[in-house]
């Protein structure tokens, strides 16, 4: 069976929730090879056997369940889609403000509804779908990630987002 690698992107954590070394290692012990971290927010790169992503995301949250007490939703990408996302550059379509942040969110299954995009909530913008990523851009206030709660408005609480930045980050592992 061929190998490729993965991304792993999980839900909610912080350095101070979880430690990369330890989900590192949990990744490790359930038989995931060259895994490596990328910065603290929860995002893990690895090689394994082609796979169903989503047999992927359950055997990496069984596996933080047992190393670490504690589960993180986990939504797997290969990381030649990311870099497919990346080189497509889905905001060139859109005029952006000046100084917007650009953000990925990843579900784990396309909308039930169609949804009429763009919508916008107090400056943050989601854009556009494309499959089971959406793409967002937000300018920041003073009321902090305001951008999250029109995404968890319009997608619910099963997705996790990261910046353009990150994104490029993790597809470079």
């Known amino acids: 069976m061929a190998i490729r690698r993965y991304a792993a992107f999980l839900r ?20 995931f090879g060259d895994v490596a971290t990328v910065l603290s927010s929860g995002n893990v790169v690895f090689n394994a056997s082609a796979s169903y992503e989503e047999s992927l995301a359950r055997k990496a949250e069984a596996a933080m369940e047992k190393e670490l007490g504690r589960a993180f939703p986990a939504i797997v990408r290969p990381v030649d889609a990311l870099r497919a996302i ?7 379509a859109f005029r952006l403000p000046s100084g917007a942040k650009r953000v990925v969110t ?3 299954d396309p909308p039930k509804a169609k949804l009429d995009l763009p919508v916008e909530r107090d400056g943050a913008r989601i854009l556009c779908l494309k ?3 959406a793409y967002s851009t937000y300018v920041r206030t003073p009321r902090g990630p305001v951008f999250m709660t029109l995404i968890e408005k319009t997608f619910g609480k099963g997705v996790t987002t ?4 990150t994104l490029g980050k993790v597809a470079a592992k």
């Open 106 to 108: 990843f579900l784990r």
């Open 86 to 92: 990346l080189d497509s550059d889905p905001y060139k």
């Open 131 to 133: 499959g089971t990523e």
């Open 162 to 165: 990261r910046t353009w930045e």
């Open 12 to 31: 909610g954590v912080t350095p101070m929730n979880a430690k990369m070394p330890a989900v590192k290692r949990a990744f490790e012990r359930a038989g």
